[in-house]
């Protein structure tokens, strides 16, 4: 049987290589570089252990817990522990908790009286007729302009490293545009949708990312991509790029960067877009290949400095502190990585992982090392009372991070529709298609499987 050709060894790819293989369909997995894993990878030196990219995975839908299982690694699952549950925020200078209750919203000092009646007042905001709004107006016409400033910007920044004025509601945060438009409010539609979600994640096995529990093991992200390679063998080939590709009799014809050849029945592309939009793929149009270029990948810089932890004045009582633009401070967000999980840093030191660039500052990955680390060291004296100089220090740079889905991405969308509907046997998946989280990738890179599968039973 030839084999089926996947393009991208990212955790997309390197699950629909995997679930393929499991059914017996022989698959060759293309990687350019050197290693798999894309964002994924886990650097322990000096007794402490830092992620590259992703540091944690939500058990929001089945498809994680499945491949974990699978994978024979759920006794080397690790999760935050119980009383590790605080967010910060950062207002005026100074680190305040998120509130996660009804109660702390009405007393928080993140958010002013005035804000919060103003969120009283959403549902009596009349809906839109937009099909696609950017993130910053959706939010000032519902809820106002603080929690615009003080929650949703810091989120965005930190998590997707992207600029609330141009992210999409309608793709970036479809759930949001769903409850306006099915309840004409945010507040009626989690109140009145409430039961339907609960049955309905019932049902499908998802879980909320607000009630999803968050994942790492015991060595780092890296193990769930490293037993996927151990797993897939001779399949992997690293260091093998493919440059062009053209259907056949009797499937696709893929050419590597070397000038050699290949057969197989199909193709699944999960590389990031940017690499596909490179590719040469006979019958394709121009314009929808040029539609991939217009996906913003924007620059971050990963700084990971650690401290005795009596050098460290802040609890570390939880996830990490995020950092709102109109604070004018140099960082996006700040995980306390050692209190997340086990065994990141040694005893009596604390870990500290912090992210800067993204929209917000791009020219990061301009800056020298001895500056990034300089930058951080400066806001963590002045959020978290850090003393002293970090005994531990680790920068990376992420040229193109996380894929934007910007206001128009529905055009986006249109063309990878279009590509697959114009070239029989060849389908696309990643993070530039069906959301940016690892988790978001596992179920991709699964549903991606599943396609090609149904595909080969009808060739």
């Keep these: ?9 990212g955790v997309t790819g390197l699950t629909a290589a995997f679930y393929l293989q499991r059914l017996n369909i022989p698959v060759t997995l293309y990687e350019a570089s050197d290693r798999v894993g894309g964002l994924i990878q886990t650097t322990c030196r000096d007794g402490f252990l830092v ?9 929001s839908v089945p498809e994680v817990e499945a491949l974990v299982g699978d994978l024979e ?36 000092p993140l958010l002013s009286v005035k804000a919060k009646l103003r969120i009283m007042a959403e549902p009596f905001i009349s809906r839109t007729a937009l099909a696609d709004e950017a993130l910053s107006e959706f939010v000032v016409r519902r809820l106002g302009v603080e929690v615009l400033d003080y929650l949703i910007d810091p989120f965005v920044g930190g998590v997707y490293a ?23 409010s945010l507040i009626k539609g989690s109140i009145l949708g409430a039961r339907a979600r609960k ?58 960067a070397t000038g050699e050849t290949r057969e197989h029945s199909s193709v699944l592309l999960c590389a990031p877009a940017h690499r596909v939009a490179q590719m040469k793929i006979s019958g394709v149009a121009a314009a929808e290949m040029e539609s991939l270029r217009t996906v913003y990948y924007p620059p971050i810089a990963r700084v990971a ?8 004045a802040h609890a570390l009582d939880g996830f990490g502190v995020l ?83 910007n206001v128009g991405y529905g055009a986006v969308k249109e063309s990878i529709g279009n590509i697959e509907a114009r070239a029989k046997g060849l389908f696309l998946a990643g993070s530039y298609r069906g959301g940016i989280s690892v988790a978001d990738c596992i179920a991709g890179g699964k549903a991606a499987s599943d396609k090609v599968r149904e595909y080969a039973g009808t060739t």
């Design 51 to 59: 992620e590259h990219g992703p540091n944690t995975i939500l058990e």
């Design 73 to 108: 690694l759920t006794s080397r699952c690790v999760y935050p522990a119980a009383e590790m549950k605080a967010r910060y925020v950062v207002r005026n200078g100074k680190t305040q908790r998120v509130p996660q209750s009804a109660v702390a919203a009405v007393r928080t």
């Design 323 to 405: 950092i709102p633009k109109r604070e004018q401070m140099n960082t996006l967000g700040i995980l306390f990585s050692s209190s997340l999980f086990p065994q990141r840093a040694p005893e009596g030191y604390a870990l500290l992982t912090a992210y800067l660039g993204g929209s917000r500052g791009p020219d990061v990955v301009n800056m020298t090392d001895a500056e990034l680390l300089e930058l951080t060291v400066a806001d963590m004296k002045k959020l978290l009372g850090v003393a002293g100089q970090p005994v531990f220090e680790d920068v990376v740079r992420v040229p193109l991070s996380i894929p934007q889905y």
């Design 199 to 256: 049955k309905r994640e019932r049902a499908e096995g998802t879980a909320s990312k607000t009630s999803a529990r968050m994942l790492s093991f015991e060595g780092g992200l890296s193990v769930l991509v490293d037993r996927l390679r151990a797993t897939l063998g001779n399949a992997v080939e690293l260091g093998t790029a493919v440059r062009a590709m053209r259907p056949n009799e009797s499937g696709w014809t893929l050419e590597l």
């Design 305 to 312: 400095v650690a401290f005795p932890r009596d050098k460290v």
């Design 1 to 9: 049987m030839t084999p089926v050709a996947i393009v991208g060894g």
């Design 162 to 184: 992207g600029d609330p004025g141009r992210l999409s509601v309608a793709h970036a945060f479809p759930k949001l545009h769903k409850l306006e438009q099915a309840y004409g």
